[in-house]
């Protein structure tokens, strides 16, 4: 909304690890260096400690980047519960054979894997992220994968990325032998003020906007006192003020901007126990401060209007709940709706639009309808390239459930349908494309009659889903977003240049 009013390409302030924002400070490029070194000298184990909202993910993203070339990656943002678990998710993403074969099995191709990487030059990286959330025997199958090596080096380095509780429990007397293998354990720690300053003005200089005649000086020492110096913070402060300033047609963002933003994110302190709560639920405790999250500022200047209306709404949840309760202890029926695929908004076609539509409410519910009790199959894989993006089709026996998600890995696209299955002629396996765009194409069958087809990309991309109106085919259209940032810069230079 506001990014005209600025004059801005982007928005400089979102909420997903992107790489090209990524600011280095002080220990973000300690932390960087350690974690590269450590894994182009194969040194097994790396850890890599942080607070919430330091930019940790975004900071993995690039060095993944930065290791494509010469490694194999898996990067795990969803921890798995037990052993067996960890295993299928990396057969999964390596694109190991998972139908009918134990987990011994699974071990055995992994190990294949990593000599056969180890031959051809290439390392082996696993990435987890929040690791601190993995229970003690999936971090000792880690280590136990880490056992695989050569004579000389690690077949396989790991890298636990998470919270500072992750350091807690390393500590664990469990995990000892996991503890003397770690070769590396950096961290990455908040802004000083002059950092949130540089971090500001990166941002906007990547959505191309002049960072010195749109915040002040007075305004940007705001900043980075409300924020703490946490990039997350950060971001949210700088975009509610933005926004704000937009509504008011201010220019530049002031004090006094930045002031209503931080009252209308309502962050307050009181003294005490330190207790961080976000939608209820407990996330971090110490000592001598608590932020209570969410609270309206009509709340600190109402108190008692406030506290009043919150009695009333409990009076009347309970007058509704109690008679509903007599009536009927029969717990409630579950019904199956039907919900609208998700799709993104599409790149503006630089050449005739293909004859492709949304799937239709009507034609959902009856495919909804009719996949209930049987899987169909994901019968054909197709793809065909263009100038500047690559299309992607998948046939379907018939219109199916489907998800489309990024997760958090920028060069990864999930497709997920559900209740399917693969056509015999489709084995689960990965295939090597000849694309400048797509660089893999994995098709794996999940737990629970799911299918998910994974479009792996050279880097960082953005993608639209349309669906065609005659046959139950989907279509995914991929755009490189470096492409697009060098066709932006040739044409800046372009119109730059003299006549």
Known sequence: MFRQFYGMREQPFGVTPDSRYLHFSRTHREALASLFCGIQDRRGFLALIAPPGT????????????????????????????????????????????????TADIRLQFHNLLREESQAGRNVVIVVDEAQNLTNPVLEQLRMLSNFESGTHKLLQVVLAGQPPLATRLTHPHLVQLRQRLAIVTEIKTLTHEEVCAYVKHRLSVARCDSELLFTRDALALVASESKGIPRNINTLCYNALALGCAL??????????????????????????????????????????????????????????????????????????????????????????????????????????????????????????????????????????????????????????????????????????????????????????????????????????????LETYGPCDFSVTATPDRPELLVELRSMQQQLHNDAALHNAIQAPN
């Open 55 to 102: 930019g940790k993910t975004t900071l993995l993203f690039y060095l993944l980047e930065r290791l494509r070339p010469s490694a194999r990656t898996v990067f795990m943002f969803d921890t798995p519960s037990d052993p067996q678990d960890l295993m299928s998710y990396l057969a999964a993403d390596l694109g190991l054979n998972r139908v009918g074969v134990t």
């Open 249 to 454: 047609k201010r220019k530049p963002i002031d004090v006094g901007i930045i002031k209503r933003a931080a009252n209308d994110l309502a962050l307050q302190e009181v003294s005490g126990d330190c207790e961080i709560r976000d939608n209820n639920r407990s996330v971090h405790r110490g000592t001598n401060k608590r932020y209570r999250v969410g609270i309206p500022s009509a709340s600190r200047t109402r108190p008692l209007s406030a506290a009043l209306t919150k009695i009333s709404v409990g009076v009347a949840i309970l007058l509704i709940i109690i008679p509903l309760g007599v009536i009927s202890r029969a717990r409630p029926k579950l019904e199956l709706k039907s919900q609208v695929p998700l799709t993104r908004p599409a790149f503006r076609p630089t050449a005739a639009p293909k004859p492709a539509a949304p799937i239709s409410e009507t034609r959902w519910a009856a495919a909804t309808t009719a996949t209930i009790h049987k899987p169909f199959f994901v019968t054909r894989i197709r793809y065909w390239s263009e100038s500047t993006s690559t299309t992607v089709g998948i046939e379907l026996e018939e219109q199916l459930k489907y998800e489309v998600h990024r997760l958090t890995s920028p060069d990864r696209v999930y497709l997920d349908f559900y209740p399917s299955r693969l056509k015999p002629a489709l084995p689960g396996k990965e295939f090597q494309i000849d694309d400048k765009i797509v660089r893999k194409i994995r098709i794996a069958e999940l737990k629970g009659m799911l299918t998910r087809v994974t």
